[in-house]
């Protein structure tokens, strides 16, 4: 039933089965889904869409909580903007 | 500019998990009409998050499967953020905005996990207890992962439980409570026949890991994302290299809508009388807002709620005293797992509190309230609008929350203005507000 | 009394002269206005009066700059005043000649030059007028900096205390202490008249709201020239298209202007007005992530200009008050000129405009 799609994190392929959520999948493709105020790499932390630590800006649009959004075949996600 | 639903309810139940499940679910047999309203993609909340596809839990699949052939309406992914008028409640999807009129209003708005910084504890890969196995559901990988699990309550062996059963190996479970605590609390599940089962059934799935007492993480390190984790275990210190550490320090009610409506607050709890009515007219509150009591309570207090709010007053009776006894097991849990004070001395000056604007422990040392905190600091002043760092300052400090502004959560500036004016989507004409 | 910007810049002042300062507010520093404001230091040439008062106080502000620590967030980003049709073009070239005689640097700029200034302003506006030293800076941390210099120099800072009176050099403290002090300076904003009664000075409420980071989104501080007849507009409700580039890439949005609104509770109406001019103005706005609301309340003088100087009928009392929406800017002027008032000093400005004398009453001192 689980069928696999392909979402794009900062320009690179990862392959994901429906029902992912685009915070994982950044974990997945290794990267930090944003940099803290003062530099720091941050990852999820409360994965309920309160701590704002997954942040990424997904398809264009900035600021998207991506622990409760799910990936969409063909979505690009970016966490250096 | 634009509303794109405006719907109209006599019961709207905030929250769809256990207890806004349950609400939902008896105001609907009652004959009125019903809606929830969920901001994950499913219903569940965070407790059967994932749970209703794979058939874990028995309540679980009962009360999907009601819900389901219920007469509900469900809007899932959709986060309350404001209300402009009495009545009336603003909810914001990923593309869209929803105006929701109700008669009654049922808040079953969930707790989230209490977050205490020590060094190192913002690394990637450093997460909530919940918060991991929110992810694993989500579909993150965890087989042949070490995990160390860490902080207190019944979730870190609910959770250390579930990723070990998926692949993932633990080395230690340290729970920073003392055994005199643990033991009292082990003590109260003989009147819970249900716990009982659970706990030795989670006993059982554990088999051979180490499960530690009066033990806490000091210090996670790593340099792009988290590679080790050093815990105070029989009060010496013990490095474990591992890949994720599920760190939560049990659990805080989310009250931040129920403030903004003027629901009155005890202890950090919404106050309710017998039928879970808080003290504002025609809204209910159920579940972890009334106080932090776990699935059963939350299935009872959902009910009572739904069916008080449907005029089924008789029927909410009937299940009172079963309530009762869900909520004695509550403030054991309580009482068990109260973060001992040591916790207090484990962030160093440069230990970051606020995570959204980067704020130190010793830039915090210096303020003497909350609120100062707030001016100076900007802590609390971030996205997050003090939903971590709250909590972790209230522990450290004493500090008390101020009041609570719209919006409860961050929304688009085009749904925050929505209501001044402009057509609808589908072309009708927009009340006036005034 | 008042720990706020004015209170702390008057505080500094005075013990900078070597007189013995003791400030008290009823709660934190900065936490009336200066905790609400948008910290935008701006010349205003909505008079010669208030323009003298900004102009000066604006030049202080940059000779303290190098001082300032770095969460007082002072950033240079200049002032547009942005016109969206001719008419507004001509209230341009106005203010233009007028700030120029002045010697304050001005440029009036043109469709194609706002557009490429500040490319997330709706096209089709008709210009504005660039004031490049008009700045902002974050006002809370501001008035901490102003109190921790003087107390460096012995003032002492009392907190937490409420006023219940005040006159002839005696301070009466709501738990029954009382103070003694050859000068008593009012600096309560718009509560000042709970402690001098009589001043005539009404709460102007405001509303702002402040966006999730969005760095390079906005340059300059943007403000619509509609925005002078919502603060000249005495008696109704009023929003204008006002925003700020912080430097943390948040957006400042605001401004809105009302009387008779007592509670500090967000009013939906307003803020949605608001928020729906801002969005004429810069469309993309509505996209963006709005993270918190919040009110505030001016303290609003029938003239619009601020109360400094001595309160007729109490030798003692000094009004520093009545700032409406330019407390941050003219914080450091205020201060001065109060204090030369007092020492004998000359001012550098005519003091005559803001003098509560003016008001023609003598005040019953409580």
Redesign the interface.
């Known amino acids: 039933m689980l069928s696999q799609m392909t979402v794009m994190v900062n320009g690179s392929p990862v392959s ?2 429906s ?3 685009v ?3 950044v ?2 493709a290794g990267q ?2 944003r940099t ?3 530099g ?14 997954c ?1 990424v800006a997904i398809d264009g ?4 909580r991506s ?4 990936c969409r075949p063909g979505m690009q996600v970016r966490t250096d903007e | 500019m634009s509303r794109d639903s405006q719907q109209r309810f006599d019961v709207l139940v905030i929250g769809g998990g256990p207890a806004g499940m349950a609400a939902a679910v008896r105001a609907a047999e009652c004959g009125v009409d019903v809606g929830i309203v969920d ?3 499913t219903v569940g909340g ?1 407790i059967w998050r994932g749970d209703l596809a794979d058939g874990r839990s028995r309540d679980a699949v009962k009360w999907s499967e009601l819900l389901r052939t219920a007469k509900v309406t469900k809007l899932c ?1 959709k ?1 309350v953020f404001d209300q402009p008028e009495k009545g009336v409640l603003l909810a914001e999807g ?1 593309n869209d905005l929803f105006e929701l009129r109700y008669r009654n209003l049922i808040l079953a708005t969930g707790a ?2 209490r ?1 205490l910084p020590f060094p190192g504890w ?7 207890a ?6 694993v559901k ?4 965890i087989q042949g992962k070490r995990v160390v699990v860490a902080g207190t309550g019944p979730l870190l062996l609910a959770v250390a439980a579930y990723l070990k059963k998926h692949g993932a190996e633990i080395p230690v479970v340290c729970e920073q409570t003392s055994w005199s605590n643990l033991a009292r609390f082990t003590a109260t599940l003989l009147g819970q026949p249900a716990k009982i089962a659970q706990g030795l059934r989670l006993k059982g799935e554990l088999g051979g890991v180490p499960f530690v007492v009066n033990s806490w993480p000091l210090a996670a390190h790593g340099r ?2 988290l590679e080790s984790v050093t815990i105070s275990r029989g009060g010496k210190p013990e490095t474990t290299q591992c890949d994720f550490l599920a760190c939560g320090f049990h659990l805080v009610p ?1 009250i931040e809508l129920q403030v903004l409506l003027g629901c009155q607050i005890q202890a950090g709890h919404v106050r309710v009388d017998e039928f879970q009515r808080t003290t504002v007219e025609s809204i209910f509150c159920a579940g972890e807002p009334t106080g932090i009591g776990g699935v059963e309570s939350a299935l009872l207090e959902g009910q009572i709620a739904g069916l008080a709010a449907a005029g089924g007053m008789e029927e909410a009776r009937r299940l009172f005293p079963g309530r009762e006894k869900a909520r004695r097991f509550a403030r054991h849990m309580d009482r068990a797992f109260r973060v001992r004070p040591e916790l207090r001395i484990l962030p160093t000056a440069d230990t ?1 509190v606020c ?4 704020v130190p422990y010793s830039r915090l040392q210096r303020q003497t309230s909350w609120r100062e905190a707030k001016l100076q600091t900007r802590c609390g002043m ?3 609008q003090g ?2 760092c709250g909590p972790a300052a209230q522990f450290l400090f004493k500090w008390i929350p101020d009041s609570v502004r719209p919006p409860v959560f ?1 929304a688009r500036i085009e749904n925050l203005s929505a209501l001044a004016g402009g057509p609808l989507k589908n072309g009708a004409a927009l009340g006036g507000f005034e | 009394m008042g720990a706020g910007i004015v209170g702390a810049a008057c505080a500094n002042e005075f013990a900078r002269r070597g007189m013995s300062v003791v400030i008290v507010d009823r709660d934190v520093v900065g936490s009336g206005a200066t905790a609400a404001g948008m910290g935008h230091i701006v010349v205003m040439d909505d008079s010669d009066a208030q323009f003298a008062l900004t102009r000066y106080s604006q030049q202080l502000w940059q000779a303290l700059r190098p001082e300032l620590p770095d969460d007082v967030e002072y950033e240079s980003c200049g002032t547009i005043w942005v016109a969206a049709d001719e008419e507004e073009m001509i209230e341009v070239r106005r203010k233009h000649d007028y700030f120029t005689r002045r010697r304050v640097p001005v440029q009036v700029i043109d469709s194609q030059a706002l557009e490429r200034l500040e490319p997330n302003l709706r096209p089709g506006l008709a210009g504005g007028l660039l004031v490049p030293e008009d700045g902002v800076l974050y006002p809370p941390c501001a008035a901490r900096f102003l109190i921790e210099r003087a107390q460096k120099i012995g003032a002492k800072l009392q907190l937490g205390v409420s006023i219940s009176q005040i006159g002839q050099g005696r301070i009466r403290l709501s738990d029954g202490l009382e103070l003694t002090a050859r000068i008593i300076v009012n600096a309560a904003g718009a509560w000042a008249p709970e402690i001098t009664p009589g001043i005539e000075i009404r709460k102007r409420k405001g509303h702002l709201v402040i966006t ?3 760095p390079g989104f906005l340059r300059h501080q943007l403000v619509e020239l509609g925005y002078l007849k919502s603060a000249h507009s005495v008696a109704s409700d009023s929003v204008a298209f006002n925003v700020q580039p912080r430097r ?1 890439g948040q957006i400042l949005i605001g401004s809105s202007r009302q009387y008779g609104a007592e509670h500090k509770d967000v009013d939906h109406g307003i803020l949605m007005r608001m928020l729906q001019r801002a969005q004429e103005y810069m469309p993309a706005l509505g ?1 963006m ?1 709005a993270v918190r609301t919040w009110t505030g309340f001016r303290a609003a003088t029938p003239d619009k200009l601020p109360l400094i100087g001595p309160l007729p009928g109490d030798k003692s009392v000094f009004m520093a008050t009545g700032h409406e929406g330019l407390g941050i800017t003219t914080s450091l002027g205020t201060a001065k000129i109060l204090v030369d008032q007092i020492t004998g000093a000359n001012p550098e400005i005519a003091i005559e405009p803001y003098l509560p004398s003016r008001a023609g009453k003598e005040f019953a001192h409580a």
Request: charge should be neutral.
């Open positions: 994901v089965p029902g992912t959520t915070a994982v999948a974990v997945m930090a889904c803290g105020v003062t720091e790499p941050r990852g999820p932390l409360c994965g309920m869409g309160i701590c704002f630590e942040r649009r900035s600021h998207c622990c409760q959004i799910l | 901001d994950n993609a965070q992914g986060r990923e989230r996990e977050f913002t690394l990637p890969n450093v997460m909530g919940g918060g991991l196995q929110a992810m989500s579909g993150l990988p792009q994302a989310n970051i995570r959204c604007e980067d971030g996205p997050c939903r971590v961050p | 999730d980071r969005y943390t996209q992530s």
